[in-house]
């Protein structure tokens, strides 16, 4: 029997009646979902075609409302992706923007994950 046919099998136990069923339901759904839920990776957003200016810093708006755990560059225009680099260190208000630092000589347009 297979681990999901199992595990579904286990939820509707044959001496079980009534509202135990309901409650043994949610719990085993509880218990799958949650995990799923707390996944930072589940509330990331991602910001499409920014533009992070030549030889500056991009400071990028993000819906977050939190300091993001991380982000990470998907797509870019720039020449390398080495002449792009994070400066949230510096970043007064990370709970806001995310700041990106271009080296190259031309702007560079960019999609980024951010959790």
């Not at 044959?14 to 309901?22: A, Q, R, W």
């Not at 990370?94 to 080296?103: A, F």
Request: aromatic residues 6%.
């Amino acid at each position: 029997m297979s681990s999901l046919r199992r595990k579904l099998f286990e939820l509707f136990e044959p001496d079980i009646t009534g509202s135990e069923v309901v409650d043994r339901l949610f719990r085993k759904l509880r218990d799958l979902i949650n995990p799923i839920l707390v996944n930072p990776v589940v509330n990331g957003v991602i910001l499409e075609n920014r533009t992070v200016p030549a030889s500056s810093i991009g400071k990028l708006d993000h819906p977050l409302g939190r300091v993001p755990r991380a982000f990470f560059i998907m797509t870019s225009t720039a020449g390398k992706l080495g002449d792009l680099y994070s400066d949230q260190a510096n970043n007064p208000r990370p709970d806001r923007q995310i700041w990106v630092g271009n080296n190259a000589a031309g702007a560079a347009t960019v999609t980024i994950f951010v959790i």
